[in-house]
C-alpha cells in the first residue's frame, strides 16, 4: 500500500484577545487557500502573549495590538503593522454621556470607570495614554483619572467571564463599571451582547491610535504564508468587516 502523506503541523498562532473572531476567520481562510494549513490559535492579552513566548512558549506567529510586544520577541524577522483600531467608550444603560461630554463624564466622582490593565493588555496602555491626552485639554485630569481607573481586564488576576460570554458586556451586568475605555471593535461585540449598553465615540482631542503588529517567529514557511495572507487582500478585507482598519502608510 502506498504511504499516506504526513499532514502538516498545525501552525501555531499567538494572538490578542480582541483579534479573536476576525482571526478565526482570517484562520479559516488562510486553512482553504494555497499553501494554507490548520491553525491552532491562542488568544490572550498581548502582555500575557509575549511574557509565555519570552518564557519560552512555544507559537509561530504573535499578531499583538501594539507594536512593542511583538518587537520585544523578534527573531530575526521584523515586526509589521497589519492593523489599526480605535478606543471608544461603553457606556452603562440609562448614563447620560455624548462625546463632547465624554471627559467630564469620566471624571465624575459618582461614576465608576474601568479600563483593562496596562502592561498585561494594549488596551489598556492606549487608555492611560488617552489620560495624558486628558491633561492637556483640563489640567489635573490625568491624575485624577488614573487614580480612579479600575483595572477590571486584561491582567494576570483578572475575573473572568462565564464561558461563552462577552468580557465587557459581562462588566455592567456584574455592575463593576458605568463607562468603560476599550477598542471600538470590542465595544461593538459588547453592544450586540447587550444592545442596552452604548458606544460613545472619543473626542478628537482625546483619540489615541492604537497600531497592531505582527511577528514571525519561527522559520516554518507556513508562518511567514500567513503573515502575507494576512497583509494581503484577502485578510484586509476579513479584518476591515470586523472594524478594523489597515495600517498607515509607511
Avoid at 20 to 37: D, K, N
Wanted: charged share 20%; with cysteine.
Amino acid at each position: 500500500m502506498l504511504a499516506m502523506p504526513a499532514m502538516a503541523e498545525p501552525l501555531r498562532l499567538a494572538a490578542a484577545g480582541s483579534l479573536r473572531a476576525a482571526l478565526a476567520e482570517v484562520s479559516a481562510a488562510f486553512e482553504t487557500a494555497p499553501g494554507g494549513v490548520a491553525v491552532a490559535q491562542s488568544y490572550a492579552p498581548s502582555g500575557l502573549l509575549r511574557q509565555r513566548i519570552a518564557a519560552g512558549e512555544a507559537f509561530d506567529v504573535f499578531a499583538s495590538a501594539n507594536m512593542e510586544h511583538p518587537r520585544a520577541v523578534e527573531r530575526g524577522q521584523p515586526t509589521a503593522a497589519f492593523a489599526r483600531n480605535r478606543l471608544c467608550a461603553l457606556a452603562r444603560p440609562g448614563l447620560e454621556v455624548t462625546p463632547e461630554a465624554l471627559l467630564a463624564r469620566m471624571l465624575d466622582p459618582a461614576l465608576r470607570l474601568g479600563t483593562s490593565t496596562p502592561g498585561a493588555d494594549p488596551a489598556g496602555d492606549y487608555a492611560f495614554a488617552l489620560f495624558a491626552r486628558a491633561e492637556a485639554v483640563q489640567p489635573g485630569a490625568r491624575a485624577a483619572l488614573e487614580g480612579k481607573a479600575r483595572l477590571l481586564t486584561g491582567g494576570p488576576d483578572s475575573a473572568r467571564p462565564p464561558e461563552g460570554r462577552d468580557p465587557y458586556a459581562w462588566q455592567f451586568e456584574r455592575d463593576a463599571a458605568d463607562l468603560f475605555l476599550t477598542y471600538c471593535t470590542n465595544a461593538v461585540l459588547a453592544r450586540a451582547a447587550d444592545p442596552r449598553l452604548q458606544q460613545v465615540a472619543v473626542p478628537p482631542a482625546l483619540e489615541v491610535a492604537a497600531e497592531y503588529g505582527v511577528v514571525v517567529l519561527t522559520p516554518r514557511p507556513e508562518a511567514a504564508g500567513f503573515v502575507r495572507f494576512l497583509l494581503a487582500p484577502p485578510g484586509q478585507e476579513i479584518l476591515a468587516r470586523h472594524g478594523f482598519a489597515p495600517p498607515a502608510s509607511p
